[in-house]
């Protein structure tokens, strides 16, 4: 990855100052070592039939995420995504604003809350800044703009519209599978999987909203004052997805709060973390559980993560029995008053049928 001195790529606000502490360790330690997670695993060739199929719903159930392997993206596609994505984020902090000023690949920081064009939400928390910065990528408009723009843009576009084409393929079969009668949701929530909406019967999940984000967690070196455990790349949270697909470098970081303690998720080269969101855990029923996570800072390393997010469209009409009947499109827009005015995400407690609350 980049090298840990070029902080003139840093948005201003991170670069550290000449009295920056550098021996203090960053955030609490978690109770598990990466070197025994725990995290299921799942064999994508596999997941489908026999035990594969049961240990991924087993996993989706019990720890709301899973490893996957054999999923088919090529192993050279993986390394280069990580490399340009850290060549790009290593350009001045300057050009990567001019650059994407009027792109529809956005550049944001300092907060992983981005509306669905890509503009960073401001929050009312007072809480330090996350450590972070990342690119918003609406994978149906990467096509659109190929034969327009100039190097290196253009040929970063190409690798990821590729790139996107592998995490849609795998999500979409993820997401069938986990669906499928066999899931037994009940039959209410079994015949809601589709819905007959006047122009044939379609999936909650759609791939025309999928996106990628692709992030840089930049190192972290305490000021005067401050206290450990005050910053992170990402705190606590759950997507807002159908399914997260997450592809880490060698760095490590990402965290998922499982069995009542945080687990350190061990990165392994050529593995994808599949992450339950808000949506499916609604539409499942909750038989599958949306995974609380959160990304730690590094004093040393610079951290590049690529995150495939895929939605339902924004129209469709989500019913379940633990929930009142909304839209990703309601969701969405209680999410973005509520990171406004309360300052961090509530989510599906918005939408808990009155019988359901405690």
């Not at 840990?4 to 960053?26: C, I, M, V």
């Not at 955030?27 to 594969?52: K, L, Q, S, W, Y």
């Not at 972290?220 to 997260?244: F, M, N, P, R, V």
């Amino acid at each position: 990855m980049s090298t840990a001195s070029n902080y003139q790529s840093y948005p201003p606000l991170f670069r550290p100052s000449a009295e920056a502490k550098t021996e203090e360790a960053l955030n609490p330690a978690v109770v598990r070592d990466a070197d025994c997670d725990g995290v299921p695993v799942i064999d994508f060739e596999c997941m489908t039939h026999g035990d594969g199929w049961g240990e991924m719903r087993a996993a989706c159930r019990q720890w709301g995420l899973f490893r996957l392997v054999n999923h088919g993206v090529p192993e050279k596609l993986m390394s280069q995504m990580l490399e340009r994505t850290d060549k790009l984020f290593s350009m001045a902090f300057e050009a990567k604003q001019e650059a994407f000023r009027d792109a529809d690949m956005s550049y944001f920081w300092g907060t992983p809350a981005v509306t669905p064009s890509g503009a960073a939400v401001a929050s009312k928390s007072s809480r330090s800044p996350h450590w972070m910065e990342g690119l918003n990528v609406p994978l149906n408009c990467v096509s659109q703009y190929l034969c327009e723009e100039p190097t290196p843009l253009k040929s970063f576009r190409s690798l990821v519209q590729e790139y996107g084409k592998h995490q849609s393929r795998v999500g979409k079969a993820i997401y069938e599978a986990l669906v499928s009668e066999k899931a037994n949701f009940g039959a209410k929530t079994t015949s809601n999987c589709s819905k007959e909406l006047g122009r044939g019967v379609i999936s909650y999940l759609s791939e025309d909203t999928g996106i990628l984000r692709l992030y840089r967690y930049l190192r972290c070196i305490y000021e005067k004052g401050e206290e450990e455990g005050q910053a992170w790349g990402i705190d606590a949270h759950t997507d807002s997805s159908l399914l997260s697909i997450i592809h880490q470098d060698l760095i490590g970081g990402l965290e998922v709060y499982s069995h009542h303690q945080w687990i350190q998720v061990k990165p392994i080269p050529n593995t994808l973390i599949v992450i339950i969101g808000d949506m499916m855990q609604a539409i499942s029923d909750n038989k599958y559980a949306s995974a609380k996570h959160r990304v730690k800072v590094n004093k040393e390393k610079e951290r590049i993560s690529i995150g495939y997010f895929v939605f339902p469209e924004d129209d469709v009409v989500i019913e379940s029995s633990n929930y009142k009947p909304f839209t990703y499109a309601d969701f969405r827009a209680q999410v973005h008053r509520d990171l406004i005015t309360l300052g961090s995400k509530i989510g599906l407690h918005n939408f808990i049928t009155p019988c359901n609350s405690v």
